[in-house]
């Protein structure tokens, strides 16, 4: 059974940082891509970031230059470096990952339970 589970989220002031991880085990075989969205209160959720399997990388237009996604493919694992924080940066921040079990097998969608991020202004 696959699992992921972030951490890392907590309170700060705005324009501090905080360093978000989220680590994928269990029975995997690829994971092809993995993702960052967050979700304030009251709005729907949204992409923030996303990396692929060949190393590419994607952004938001709001936290382009303030945040950055990276991996450790070897620990399955990877992480939101947030800068320049912002109040409207708080939110639960989730990690979504592509993934496949099996050899050959289709990929599924995995979700983790989420970590709260507050920036206080």
């Known amino acids: 059974q696959v699992q992921l589970v972030e951490s890392g989220g907590g309170l700060v002031q705005a324009g501090g940082s905080l360093r978000l991880s989220c680590a994928a085990s269990?029975?995997?075989?690829?994971?092809?891509?993995m993702r960052w969205y967050r979700q304030a209160p009251g709005k729907q959720r949204e992409l923030v970031a996303a990396?692929?399997?060949?190393?590419?990388?994607d952004y938001a237009d709001s936290v382009k230059g303030r945040f950055t996604i990276s991996a450790d493919n070897a620990k399955n694992t990877i992480y939101l470096q947030m800068n320049s924080l912002k109040p409207e940066d708080t939110g639960v921040y989730y990690c979504?990952?592509?993934?496949?079990?099996?050899?050959?097998?289709?990929?599924?969608?995995?979700w983790g339970q989420g970590t709260q991020v507050t920036v206080s202004s």
């Open positions: 990396t692929a399997s060949g190393g590419s990388s």
């Open positions: 269990g029975s995997i075989f690829r994971i092809y891509a």
């Open positions: 979504n990952a592509d993934l496949s079990e099996v050899f050959a097998g289709i990929p599924k969608s995995y």
